[in-house]
């Protein structure tokens, strides 16, 4: 008997409240630091905004809340409606209506996919109700489940960023406020990543090894693609919404290797890495939310996201500074810091899987493994870039040189992240429990091997190291040192007086990983001089870009297909309501002949 009407509105698990946690840890500290960010703007824009910003925290916990199909689809559209309006809210700019554009485009090509997925588990199930759903199930043909997979994969892919459907991210993030940004990345980007946990794991079950692979597959090419292009970007707001692709493909890594481990029978494996999946999530939550607000800071004062023309802000916004190094060097995954324990417990999970696969299976773990240390490393590369050269040195521009710190809410909304950073790394012995217990109930497995030991007790200890080397440093300076101090003039290679030019650039410093990664960034340059004489050149301007391949090879082409079509087309509307009406007739035979087969 079919059911049209839901029997089961919301579902409030443990999984459901671990989600509200992770939304509730970012959206208030955001919405702290819009107070001042927005203080400039109109009576009319801070209402329109701040509403936009409860009706997006809202639908963000009514998604996960959810408890059928239904509800789940109208909460998952009025998310992406709100967040939306909230990137193209700068709608003067042409940028920002282009940026909500593709994100519209893209994101409902998604929700297309999950509502045929959905439609397709409703016809077999004839209930939206998720107890239905998994009874129906073990009814259901093995292509039919895999065609579901997929669906379902498309389209929470897309949400989430994974390359290939990560084309709107960086055009999105960069144009909406930054406190929309921190939620955007933070949050909402990792409600795709519950879909996945809820219907792939809890609701269709352990299906074949080969999703988990796939689903690795994935989160290796999100990790690196992503790592790789934030290395080669200038503009501080796309930088990090490359990292949010990257990372994303992180927490892949953790639910890719508990859906291949799971059907094999090693759920103890399966279960940690559900764990690794559910700690990065929340710590990359925190971080780049932290770095978001942070570059939110800096472009208020200085009204910049191109970090070439930076530099010296932490003389001028030493606060700022602090609060965007905590975030940099806990997306670096360096201890004591929340980014390390997660990527700790990844590697856990890989060497548990490597210790316990045979064949194949071991060279995949053994390929993730690698993939993941590499990515750990160009990503610790490219925050020493983003930090030092938009923060140390000397200014680049006079608005850089001019800036001024934060005010009160904005510095407030930063504490209090950067002080969750701190926590969920220290305090990682206390947290890593709740969450393993959250990933048995969603394995079912009752133990888990790996050690927890070094997560536990490494951060605080290289915590106290820290503080007591910091302190006692400070007291020799201060009290010990008491040699004269002598000024001389710095030759710096010839020249006495060094200015901004000198300094090294972001271009400079990103060129040893162009060349290492040429056979995909498939870099081009330009060049111009302007001479006054054959040999006196007076001006020379340089210029080098790295190739969009998806957008270029993909996209694009897709586009320019879908207007061809589109042009095509209008042959069919010629203005003839006789020729309309033989439309209805031929639509209506074939839904007919459609529906006589069922």
Not at 387 to 392: E, H, M, R, T, V
Request: hydrophobic share 55%; glycine share 8%.
């Amino acid at each position: 008997m079919f059911s049209i009407f839901p029997k089961q509105l919301f579902l409030v698990d443990p999984l459901a409240v671990f989600f509200l946690i992770v939304i509730g840890l970012v959206c208030v500290p955001s919405a702290i630091f819009s107070i001042g960010y927005m203080k400039e703007e109109s009576r009319r824009k801070k209402a329109i905004g701040w509403s936009l910003l409860v009706i997006f925290a809202l639908s963000m916990c009514l998604v996960v809340t959810a408890g059928n199909l239904f509800s789940f689809l109208v909460f998952w559209e009025i998310m992406s409606l709100a967040s939306y309006f909230l990137v193209v809210s700068d709608f003067k700019h042409e940028k920002s209506v282009s940026a909500g554009t593709i994100y519209l485009i893209m994101t409902h090509a998604g929700t297309a996919c999950i509502m045929a997925a959905f439609f397709m588990l409703y016809n077999y199930a004839g209930s939206f109700d998720y107890n239905a759903l998994k009874e129906a199930i073990t009814r259901l043909p093995a292509n039919f489940i895999n065609i579901i997979f997929l669906l379902l994969f498309i389209g929470f892919a897309t949400k989430a960023g994974v390359v290939p459907f990560h084309i709107w991210l960086p055009y999105a993030h960069p144009q909406a406020p930054s406190h929309i940004s921190s939620i955007m990345s933070g949050v909402m980007i990792k409600i795709a990543i519950y879909g996945m946990i809820r219907f792939f794991i809890t609701i269709l079950g352990p299906g074949p090894a080969w999703w988990g692979a796939f689903i690795l597959t994935f989160g290796i090419i999100s990790c690196l693609v992503g790592v790789i292009y934030a290395l080669m970007e200038h503009d501080l707001k796309k930088l990090l919404a490359y990292h949010s692709v990257e990372n994303i493909g992180i927490i892949l890594l953790g639910v890719g290797t508990a859906m291949f481990f799971w059907p094999l029978g090693i759920a103890p494996v399966a279960a940690l890495g559900i764990c690794a999946g559910l700690y990065h999530l929340v710590n990359h939550a925190l971080f780049k939310g932290l770095l978001f607000l942070c570059s939110g800071s800096v472009y208020k004062a200085t009204g910049l996201r191109d970090i070439e023309k930076m530099g010296g802000l932490i003389k001028v916004m030493p606060a700022t500074a602090l609060f965007f190094l905590i975030g940099a060097m806990g997306i670096s995954a360096l201890p004591p810091l929340n980014g390390f324990v997660s990527e700790w417990i990844t590697f856990q999970a890989f060497f548990a899987g490597i210790m316990q696969a045979q064949g194949g299976a071991k060279f995949f773990m053994i390929l993730s493994t690698a993939a993941l240390a590499l990515t750990g490393g160009l990503a610790a590369a490219c925050f020493v870039k983003a930090f030092g050269i938009s923060f140390l040195a000397m200014p680049r521009s006079a608005r850089a040189k001019e800036a001024k710190e934060a005010g009160f809410s904005m510095k407030a909304g930063m504490v209090i992240m950067s002080g969750c950073v701190i926590m969920f790394g220290i305090g990682a012995g206390f947290i890593i429990p709740p969450i393993m217990n959250i990933s048995r109930g969603v394995i079912g497995a009752d133990s888990v091997r790996g050690s927890f030991y070094m997560v536990s007790v490494l951060p605080p200890l290289i915590a106290g190291v820290l503080i007591v080397s910091g302190a006692a440093l400070f007291l020799w300076f201060k009290f010990g040192m008491r040699t004269k101090q002598v000024s001389y003039n710095t030759w710096d290679c010839g020249y006495y007086r060094t200015d901004s030019r000198n300094e090294y650039t972001a271009t400079a410093f990103s060129k040893p990983f162009r060349i290492a990664f040429s056979f995909f960034l498939l870099p081009y340059r330009k060049t111009e001089k302007i001479r006054d004489s054959f040999y006196h050149v007076r001006k020379f301007t340089y210029e080098t870009h790295t190739t969009m391949i998806f957008k270029n090879y993909f996209y694009e082409p897709l586009a320019r297909l879908v207007y061809s079509a589109a042009f095509k087309m209008r042959k069919l509307q010629p203005g003839s309501i006789h020729l309309y009406i033989f439309y209805i007739f031929i639509t209506l035979a074939g839904l007919l002949a459609f529906a006589s087969l069922f």
